[in-house]
């Protein structure tokens, strides 16, 4: 074992043994079956990878493999000795690793103490804290990921604490590695990086559980393949012996809707216009510089980069959060943001601009809200929903509920608090509530992470559908490939500034992947090996 | 031999048992108890809602004699006794002007002057200290009181005086009335009146720690102590109750206004085994001269409560 | 010149003594939130702490019993906060405001009930109660210019739970900085999900806080009834309880800067009961209500004024549970 | 652990009223030991507590007196938390909404009801509101911990008034501090009074009108806060600050008017005290029922039916708790104290203690159903 941490693992194990068997699991919450009687087998030293539509029951079946939650009936074999994992304290034991879906990090703590929480080898911190960073540093100098020990975490952004939680994983000498849709939030630069992480460790015998929406992820990386459905595990496969589309009509169990054309346009008038945005840089944010970009009508744009390069500043200037230190941003004819000018959310959604902010939870929804609530939420104060200040529960009513079939939000209770609805519906519902109003420009923060692929199906045909119909969409996404499904132009963030722009015809992926890097893919002295 | 005298008690929201003022009482309902074997119902109300509700209630059970306890008494009894004309009440500190109420009051200030003398005698430092629970009026006329009478013995003597606090907790904290109380010690009093209730408790704990004097009020104090209280200002309100009680058992009661001064016995100085070495044949005779001369009307103590014109009792 | 420094260090020994009850209090609090419990219950298991230390100090004639029993009554009601908060998933402020009530009604029906004092417990002397600590050598020192009066008034002459009060701070913040339990306790109160997908109980955790937070609020009740006071008398604690919850968030929920904030709180108490009755130039003699607002007004400016935004412990006040 | 752990979802009945009976109980029950153990009959203690507080006329009426205090100080703790802040502060924006009225009302001197009547409602909602609004801005703009700045404007209160007590406002000749009487046109009418007036007769007691305007305004800050686009900001301000942010409400606005609210309602309080009984500012009639509106507001679940219940709970415990101790001579008023405790305790903070028991219990009633059926 080259890596240092504690040694946890259980070596007494039958070394023929697959290392992970599932014999008929059920889970219930309530009166909704979680997981339904399932059987899999996972062999040692092979990346299986679990697909499903959201609330499936992947995250549910892997947290009961991780001791958190606790099965109604069925049994765990791990190297083929029965466990009754009762705790993620019996899951360490066994040798299990998870990064879940939801980081568990704690925010305030530096990633050093976060990894080491837990895991700490001795009661007075001195001297573990010392010894944990000198292994880890051997840690991130093998598998190429960078993370600096001593920040604390609420400053890192999202794709920088996923690294925080492969390496805790990797810390722990995980035999077993759960990652719950760890792709959902990385860069293709940082997929390729995990990839190879994957690799790595399943070459040293090392067995990984993979959960991700994106099928050409899984049928890369995938050894095995399971699709779930409804709780119920539906089908494997073998990446060899099935396709995408397969797959995907596996676990909707019915055809894929088709995406919708892209009618030609010519781009129209500009809706939208920054000229030379700045805002400071701050610790581990980059701030903007000079960013100035135009959204016309009848066309997509995207904006590519990894996260932290800026993108997140710039949809709170656009999004009426932030004043710039400097630059204007105008829509229409009217300036209506600049450092004197203090923007309004609710004006600009009133002038038509539809937004769906990057972190849903945090800014888009209140948990504790009710879907019909939430679905007002931005146009609180005005009709329909609104007169004379007296909400109007009827209209709310009715716009929940056609929200929630048009977008197929699961369950269609409009009166369940919106904790209680999965993350992916979650999205849909917030997403539905921007399109109701018929936005003629829509700013959107990756509008599909965390969605199950008929979900995003339905996403981008909406907005290719927007714009074919002359509406203008600003996308700031780290999924390359949703870029180049939708959009007609792509700008490429790096740093706070705009360092590319192309159309989307004319690229690929490799190129984005480099500027998204700080790199010119015109210049090939540079495009040497970066990814290790 | 007045078997079926009924009776009623009922304090201030400082409770039964607060070691001053309606300890005072219930001791004066105590002593009517033990001599005529007449026992008696009281109560504690816990808000001032509860006046009235109790005052009616006992009202409407008969009694014979009805006792309020406190100066927060004056509008409830306003009120019951005008609904119950028949039925008798006494009302103590507050003025009630009703054919069926009679009001005990005391002068406060007169039994304060007697231990400000004794306080500006027995202080050698020339500053001596005052500390009081609230600065409310019944207070300020302790204050005043005291004032009046160390300065008629030491002119110039330097009086620190503090305040407790502005809430009901500024009686029920000895560790503020403490550490005030240390305070004035620290900056040169040697002797403190205290007028706080069961704050005072702390004061009397600070003058044993800083090996001080304090002087205890309402009920005597001194026993608390001994050594350390160099006396106690009397409030006689066990005695009121007493007389009031026996009294109404023996038919002489008659309702209005009884204002209890030294003349009266109604306030006094406390002296006893626990404080004869502190008070000396001087001060002794300084304080008995200072009594005869207010009971006689040669010396009025101002009172903080009444008008410019004069005293309002 | 001299008067003034005489005047300031009787004033900062007089602070010290207030804040003995505030500094522990308001750690119990800190331990009781950083592990993701919101305490509002300081006041009762203050006053429950008093009140058992003086009746224990009052029946054996012993101080140090008197601190046992009062750090057990203490401990006990935490542990009661933790079972309804932990375990019961309630709500804790409710549980915190009733178990306030419960104390300020049992203690004084227990303390009649054995003494009949009505309220009371005897009052307390010689070895029933901490006596003033005097440091070696204070006629020595005393003697000395400047250092000699710092050190015979203010660093000599306290009772032992004000030494262990002050102490009770360096060490809470190595315990909670530079120890497992600490980093787990925080974790616990930021993100318990991060604790518990960690292996470690949540639960455990709340509960140990729990026991430390009884166990500094027993020692400030304890100091109230038997150190600085010398028996136990009704509502005793006086709203300290929630001066203490005040001066911990005053402090940023961290030992030092709370136990600053403490002093702060002592020393502006003393100083407003220096002032009172003062003639000030110009502004003459304040009124005595004015004084006594002024620790409180003093607060709220120099929180508007210096302190800025303050985060709680994310997770405080949360009920963890697992599985919905 | 797989059966009984499984959810059982309770009907609605058994929630909101199955669970907080059996809690009650509970409270009761462990009263009853610490009664018994004095040496009185626990059943006998609680026939008196019931009497006492709904037996007769007068009973019910001080139980709704009381009451009338814990809907006003509940409210006011309930709306500020639906906006995430903890209202300590009850007690000084009660105290200074009396001040409010009394200013007022002794201002008016000579004016009819009809005009000071409202004009007292107002300043005491005003100066209950400017008391609560301050530490809201605070917290707002400066981020002064509302916790903290609430429980010093409570001390900062008592001592403005008690000071205005014994200054200015301070009624001639009295020895406490308290203002001298309103006039007759700031007295709200009893309710026994006003239903003479109809005709009926009931016992006296001092259950005045403020009750019915403590009732309507439950009835508002319902309507406020569940139908209002103004209440709904409030509770996205109070739910998630990041997405009201998005949401472009305004932040600072929102959180200074639920305090107004809550600070207004609060100082509604001395309507019930001051001019529904004592008819005249005394220092400290806060009496603490703002801390006790903190239990009220969290056992009601921040709902206004769920408030004026627990209201009335409290009512009938401070009334029956008196009648009680009254009968009981052994039965101290710190006993009285202690058992509000306790029904504090099991009814308001352990909510789920008797939840897995009902749940088997009606596990096994489904059973049995479908068994029969
Ligand atoms: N703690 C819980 N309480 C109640 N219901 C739950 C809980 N956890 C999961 N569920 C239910 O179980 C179902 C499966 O959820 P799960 O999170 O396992 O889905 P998933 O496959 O991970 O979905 P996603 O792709 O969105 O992550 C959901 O429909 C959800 O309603
Ligand atoms: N206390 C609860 N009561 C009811 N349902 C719950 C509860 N907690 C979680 N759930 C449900 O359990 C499911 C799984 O929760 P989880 O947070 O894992 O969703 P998710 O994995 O984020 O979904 P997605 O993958 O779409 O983002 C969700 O449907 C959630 O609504
Ligand atoms: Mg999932
Ligand atoms: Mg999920």
Redesign the pocket.
Known sequence: MPLGGPDITDSSADKDAPAIELENITKS??PVR?NDGITMRVERGSVHAIIGE??AGK??LMNILYGIYHPDSGEIRINGTACALQSPADAHHAGIGMVH??FTLVEPFTVLDNILLGFENGAVLARPRRLAARKLEAIERDYGLSVPLDAVVSELPVGMRQRVEILKALYRNAEILILD?PTGVLTPLEVEQLFQIIERLKGQGKTILFISHKLGEVMRIADRISVMRGGKLVADREPDATNASELAELMIGQKLAAAVDRKSLSVGQTLMALEGISIPPAEHRSGLHDISLEVRSGEIIGIAGVTGNGQTELLEIIGGLRVPASGTLSLGAEVCAAPDIVPGAVDLRKKGVGFVAEDRLRMGAIGAMTATENVILGYHGRPPFSRHGCLQPRAMRNACARIMADNDVRPQAPNLPL?????????KLVFGRETDHGPRLFILGEPTR???IGAVQRIHNTLISMRNAGGAVLVVSSDLDELLAICDRILVMFEGRIVGEMLAGDTDIAAIGLMMAGQNPDDPGEEARNDG | WGADFKTAIIYDLGGKFDRSFNEAAYRGAEMFRQETGISYRDFEPTNEAQFEQALRRFARRGNDLVIAVGISYAVPMRNVAREFVDQRFVVIDARVDAPNVQSILFKEHEGSYLVGILAAMSSKSGTIGFIGGMDIPLIRRFALGYREGARSVTPGIKILENMVGTTGAAWNDPIKGGELARSQYSRGADVIFSAAGPTGLGVIQAARDEGRLAIGVDSNQNHIQPGYVLTSMLKRVDLAVYRALMSALNGSWTPGIEVLGLAEGGVDYALDEHNAALISEEMRAAVEAAKAAIISGQVVVRDAMAGPGGTEH | MADLYLDILILLDSALRLATPLVLAALAGLYAERSGIVDIGLEGKMLGAAFAAAAAAAVTGSAWMGLLTGVGASIALALLHGWVSIHQRGNQIVSGAAINIIVAGLAPTLANHWFHLNGQTPLLSGDARFQALIWPGVDAIGNLPVIGPLYAEVISGHNVVTYIAILSVPIAAWVLYRTRFGLRLRAAGENPEAVDTAGISVYGLRYRAMIINGVLCGLAGTALSTGLGAAFVRDMSAGRGFLALAAMIFGRWKPVPTLFACLLFGFVDALQGRLQGVELPLIGEIPFQFTIMLPYIFTVIILAGFVGRIAAPRASGIPYSKE? | MTAERRAVALPAWATSGLLPVLNLAAAFAVSGLVVWAIGESPLEALKLLLYGAFGYGEAIGYTFYYATNFIFTGLAVSVAFKCGLFNIGGEGQAMMGGLGLAVVAIGLDGWPPALVLPAAVLGAAIFGAAWAAIPAWLQARRGSHIVITTIMFNFIAASLVSWLLVGVLKAPGSQSPESADFPEAAWLPKIHDLLAGLGIQIEGSPLNLSFLVALACAGLVWFFIERTKWGYEIRVVGGNPGAARFAGIPITRTLVLSMLIAGGLAGLMGLNELMGLQHRLIANFTMGYGFVGIAVAFMGRSHPIGIVLAAILFGALYQGGAELAFEMPTISRDLIIAVQGLVILFAGALEHLFRPQVQALFRRLGALGEAHG
């Open positions: 919450f309530g979680a959201n609330g995250s549910t879906q939801h849709e904790d209680n609805f999965s993350g992916g519906n979650q999205q965390g969605v199950d | 919905g």
